[in-house]
């Protein structure tokens, strides 16, 4: 564990643009630098380089980050190895923190598997190109597969003999305990008895973000057995997590990045003849069918997947699932269909690039057209059959979270199945009225009742007005914390004076003395810090907003912080014009600003309580709801009055 003296002296000793100029061509743009984004494929700059704020932000994708983000982003690093990498740039010594004898052999048994996994597809590799039945069957395989030698040594394919105990006596022989070997799945141990799982395989290993081996998949050659599978995957183990891992995410992730898109196939082969196609944005699901830890490692690199599948109808329709996880986390999904007989390995290597990456251009569908006509063509002429094929593809809709994208999808739908537009939002909303039955455990009927009344508060209830004003007010405490504004308080003698006072003091006693809170957590977290802060007259400083370990609160800060135009210092002078920027009306700005967000609360108080009285249901609910509807309308009418004031505890 890095000590946090040590982490601060690193992120003090690391100049943005220096850490980033590595990377990036960044020229000088007044107080900032500009360069092309190294996270998305732009022509006209809009990566911007703070040195001041020690931040960066694309305003092009919207990354955003000081300098350990953007290693961890561009070079895919942890936390702590991008610590250590920016430590190694800046002669840093890292004296690690003493661990605890559990946390040590924690760690310890952890490497050990990375370690035998490592030797393991050495092994391989080895008995591939230097062993007799290596380069005569296993090599034969893989050369008749169409692999060039330049594919086969970067995926590190491999071979393990046709013998019981082959590697597992290799590895023993070199000192390897059959603990570790039992624990990676390398080798089967039964009572007194051990043989290789992946006796007389080819060999795929199954590589983590930063390359290291995490498991295998083998595939058999010899025909003998029938009895035998034909693919064989590595156990769960300490390293590897099946439905956390991707076939080839290691060679795919910086292409997937600069694509913005992510190919999504079944096989270890179908990756591999892709990448060897020049289509290096691709990876599999490891012989598992796609989870949602899978899905959401893609979202790191790109919110775009593109899910490429042979012709064969049965595992077409077992996809739907898939498709539908991928919706609910947000994400864009497109389906490209091969033809009947071809899956993406067979296809690639029957095509060269440009008429493979022109086909899955010319092919790709959005999800509806997909479902449509997949499902059409089984429901034929059924009435029946049609009508269940829409509710299907409705309640695909309905999974989906941003409401636009489903009025966009809804549309498309109704055009495509000649089906009334509303007709498919009163279906939509039917499943939107069940999702909201079974997360709260309400029977359907009041689950139809409190539905309507949800949707007009998000509609009516002025919310992005107040989402504004929250992060207005966590803005102006991030960039001005403790710059001093005169304001009118009122002293402990009752007496109203005029006094200089930092900008987190008035924003925090005007804040809290009203009682109110934050919406969104992450500004109430922050918000929380500062009004820790003032208590002991100490901060937090920007710096330690913008590099906070909580990777939350650093980024909204960055965010916050990152302003797309800036003046030039030298414009004034330029061009003798005077203009009156936000630090020199900041008394002004901040008041104003928290009067605002004050009554946008209020507002969207008195607006949930007038839903209340819609549905109260007798004389004394209705009276009660009244007398504070009115006990809020006169804090509003207070709180516009005393405008600048704040009272001082």
Not at 150 to 178: R, V
């Amino acid at each position: 564990m890095i000590p946090k003296e040590t982490i601060d002296e690193i992120f003090n000793a690391s100049i943005i643009e220096d850490v980033i100029g590595e990377f990036v061509t960044l020229k000088k743009r007044g107080a900032n630098y500009l360069g092309n984004c190294p996270f998305h494929n732009e022509k006209t700059p809009s990566f911007t380089v703070s040195p001041a704020k020690g931040i960066y932000k694309c305003f092009g994708c919207g990354k955003a980050g000081n300098s350990v983000n953007f290693i961890m982003e561009h070079e895919h690093y942890s936390y702590p190895e991008a610590l250590r990498f920016l430590a190694n740039k800046y002669n840093i010594e890292i004296e690690e923190e003493e661990q605890t004898d559990e946390q040590i052999q924690t760690a310890n048994e952890k490497e050990s598997l990375y370690i035998v996994s490592n030797f393991a597809a050495n092994y391989f590799v080895d008995q591939l190109h230097n062993s007799d039945r290596g380069k005569a069957i296993a090599l034969s395989y893989f050369t008749e597969r169409g692999f060039t030698e330049a594919t086969i040594n970067k995926f590190q394919l491999g071979y393990n003999p046709d013998e019981w105990t082959a590697f597992t006596n290799e590895a023993e022989n070199s000192g390897y305990d059959i603990k570790y070997l039992e624990k990676t799945g390398l080798t089967i141990v039964k009572e007194d008895k051990k043989f290789d799982r992946f006796k007389g395989r080819v060999m795929f290993p199954i590589h983590n973000l930063s390359g290291r081996v995490l498991g295998f998949g083998g595939r058999i050659l010899s025909s003998n057995d029938k009895k035998a599978a034909k693919y064989v995957n590595s156990p769960e183990s300490e390293i590897y997590s099946k439905s956390n891992v991707l076939y080839g995410i290691y060679f795919a992730k910086k292409s997937i990045t600069q694509e913005n898109n992510c190919y999504l196939v079944e096989g270890y082969t179908d990756v591999i003849s892709l990448s060897q196609a020049s289509i290096e944005n691709v990876v599999a699901s490891s012989g598992t069918s796609l989870t949602e830890g899978q899905i959401k490692l893609i979202k790191r690199y790109t919110p775009n997947i593109t899910i490429l599948y042979d012709g064969d109808a049965a595992g077409l329709k077992a996809s739907f699932r898939g498709i539908d996880m991928i919706l609910k986390e947000e994400m864009n999904v497109r389906i490209v269909l091969f033809p009947e007989g071809e899956d993406p390995d067979s296809f690639a290597k029957k095509s060269s690039t440009e008429e493979l990456k022109n086909y899955i251009t010319d092919n790709a569908e959005d999800f509806i057209q997909f479902k449509t006509h997949v499902l059409l063509k089984e429901a034929g002429n059924d009435p029946i059959k049609k009508a269940e094929l829409i509710k299907d593809i409705v309640e695909s809709i309905s999974i989906i979270p941003d409401q636009i994208k489903r009025a966009i999808y809804t549309k498309e739908c109704s055009t495509l199945l000649e089906i009334p537009e509303q007709a498919l939002i009163n279906e939509t909303n039917k499943f939107l009225r069940k999702k909201v039955a079974t997360r709260h455990n309400l029977p359907d009927q009041l689950a139809d009742e409190i539905f309507h009344p949800i949707l007009e508060e998000k509609k009516g209830s002025g919310n992005e007005a107040l989402e504004y004003w929250e992060s207005e007010i966590i803005r102006l405490l991030i960039t001005y914390a403790l710059q001093p504004i005169k304001t009118k308080v009122i002293s402990s003698e009752n007496k109203e004076i005029e006094k200089d006072i930092s900008v987190a003091t008035y924003i925090i006693h005007s804040i809290n003395n009203d009682e109110i809170t934050f919406v969104n957590p992450i500004f109430q977290r922050i918000f929380n810090l500062y009004a820790e802060g003032i208590k002991e007259n100490n901060g937090p400083t920007q710096q330690e907003i913008t590099q906070h370990s909580d990777n939350e609160i650093s980024q909204v800060a960055i965010n916050l912080l990152s302003n797309k135009y800036e003046l030039s210092s030298n414009w004034a002078k330029m061009h003798k014009t005077f203009v009156v920027t936000e630090d020199q009306q900041l008394g002004m700005a901040v008041i104003n600003s928290v009067s605002a967000f004050k009554l946008c609360k209020i507002d969207h108080v008195l607006l949930n309580m007038q839903q209340l009285l819609k549905e109260a249901e007798n004389d004394d609910e209705i009276t009660k709801i009244l007398e504070d509807l009115m006990r809020f309308q006169k804090i509003k009418s207070l709180i516009s009055e005393k405008l600048g004031r704040v009272i001082l505890k």
